[in-house]
């Protein structure tokens, strides 16, 4: 499970890290809310980076995909993951995964550990300092009942895979990492290659990411700040 993420390097930053343009009218479109922040949960802004076939751009997303033919948008508040083992079944997410991949590049995630009746975070990063791109889906919806003309909605899920090595026994999901050489066959790959996108699904391997414990604080959605990602002293 990924319920929280980081996410403060801005996204003119990450377009360029990722090699994609900014969607027209980005910066504008975002809030005060949707501002650098170190404790993102679901029904946040997430940015994503689709490539529909005139080359790649950096959108933003609430995270927390409501399919295009929900009735109501609060599906999205319970769709905030997809497990990679199952999203080609769950009617939610089968044709998200057929036509709607994107790059979700975050600063980091937060897992947490249950030890000795306490449940202790622990912040996740690549060990190599990288932007971390997880595999993302990602649907519009515009209410049924609504005018026609109404704008969409973009909402956006990450996809779990079970846990790799990196995760060191502290939770039983991770995002699904993806590595560079991955982006193409991600965004782009066809329906006759759904099946090799699908093994890009796959626990990170050993060596991807470092992790160290953070403050509890993190645990509480209205908490915000740097502080937030510094290893304790129990990391030390």
């Given at each position: 499970?990924?319920?929280?993420?980081?996410?403060?390097?801005?996204?003119?930053?990450?377009?360029?890290?990722?090699?994609?343009?900014?969607?027209?009218?980005?910066?504008?479109?975002?809030?005060?809310?949707?501002?650098?922040s170190w404790n993102?949960?679901?029904?946040?802004?997430?940015?994503?980076?689709?490539?529909?076939?005139?080359?790649?751009?950096?959108?933003?997303?609430?995270?927390?995909?409501?399919?295009?033919?929900?009735?109501?948008?609060?599906?999205?508040?319970?769709?905030?993951?997809?497990?990679?083992?199952?999203?080609?079944?769950?009617?939610?997410?089968?044709?998200?995964?057929?036509?709607?991949?994107?790059?979700?590049?975050?600063?980091?995630?937060?897992?947490?550990?249950?030890?000795?009746?306490?449940?202790?975070?622990?912040?996740?990063?690549?060990?190599?300092?990288?932007?971390?791109?997880?595999?993302?889906?990602?649907?519009?919806?515009?209410?049924?009942?609504?005018?026609?003309?109404?704008?969409?909605?973009?909402?956006c899920t990450v996809?779990?895979?079970?846990?790799?090595?990196?995760?060191?026994?502290?939770?039983?999901?991770?995002?699904?990492?993806?590595?560079?050489?991955?982006?193409?066959?991600?965004?782009?790959?066809?329906?006759?290659?759904?099946?090799?996108?699908?093994?890009?699904?796959?626990?990170?391997?050993?060596?991807?990411?470092?992790?160290?414990?953070?403050?509890?604080?993190?645990?509480?959605?209205?908490?915000?700040?740097?502080?937030?990602?510094?290893?304790?002293?129990?990391s030390a």
């Open positions: 499970m990924c319920g929280r993420i980081a996410l403060y390097t801005p996204p003119a930053r990450l377009a360029r890290l990722l090699d994609a343009a900014v969607a027209a009218g980005l910066e504008e479109r975002l809030g005060p809310e949707d501002g650098p993102v949960g679901p029904q946040r802004t997430l940015f994503g980076v689709a490539d529909r076939g005139h080359g790649r751009v950096l959108g933003a997303f609430t995270w927390g995909l409501v399919p295009y033919w929900a009735k109501d948008p609060a599906a999205g508040s319970r769709a905030f993951n997809a497990r990679c083992e199952t999203v080609t079944e769950r009617p939610a997410f089968r044709e998200a995964f057929r036509r709607h991949r994107i790059l979700v590049p975050v600063d980091g995630f937060f897992e947490w550990d249950r030890r000795e009746g306490r449940r202790i975070p622990h912040f996740f990063t690549r060990q190599d300092g990288d932007v971390l791109v997880l595999a993302g889906l990602y649907d519009r919806w515009r209410d049924p009942a609504g005018p026609k003309d109404a704008p969409w909605r973009y909402t996809l779990t895979t079970p846990p790799g090595a990196d995760l060191d026994g502290i939770h039983d999901r991770m995002p699904a990492v993806l590595e560079r050489a991955h982006f193409d066959l991600w965004l782009t790959g066809g329906t006759d290659e759904l099946e090799a996108v699908r093994a890009l699904c796959a626990p990170a391997p050993p060596g991807t990411l470092v992790h160290h414990e953070v403050d509890p604080r993190v645990g509480n959605v209205r908490n915000d700040g740097p502080e937030l990602i510094e290893a304790t002293a129990a």
